[in-house]
Nanobody, 122 residues
């Protein structure tokens, strides 16, 4: 079965850095577009960064652009989120997300990891 397992979250001071990892299994990793979302309590889940199946294209939320970098290693079925210059407003649970094709031309499947907590102190 499809599994997405995040790691690398923790407590960091303002201005610090963290690198989140997502280990994927149960599907052909290179066939899936990958992304990171985050959600704080009482807030809607928001897209942070996305990357195409081969890693040639990326997209970022305006709030993290120039601070975060998404990347993927298709040989090892992993996607990363390098977070620099962290701010208290980055505090949230960060989720790994996969969008992959199904056996039907007009259908896609999506999967979520369990999330990893990132806390940025002032």
């Amino acid at each position: 079965q499809v599994q997405l397992v995040e790691s690398g979250g923790g407590l960091v001071q303002t201005g610090g850095s963290l690198r989140l990892s997502c280990a994927a299994s149960g599907f052909t990793f290179s066939s899936g577009a990958m992304s990171w979302y985050r959600q704080a309590p009482g807030k809607e889940r928001e897209l942070v960064a996305a990357i195409t199946r081969r890693g040639e294209g990326t997209n970022y939320a305006d709030s993290v652009k120039d601070r975060f970098t998404i990347s993927r290693d298709n040989a090892n079925n992993k996607v990363y989120l390098q977070m620099n210059s962290l701010k208290p407003e980055d505090t949230a649970v960060y989720y790994c997300h996969a969008l992959l094709p199904s056996d039907y031309e007009n259908r896609y499947l999506e999967h979520w990891g369990q999330g990893t907590q990132v806390t940025v102190s002032s």
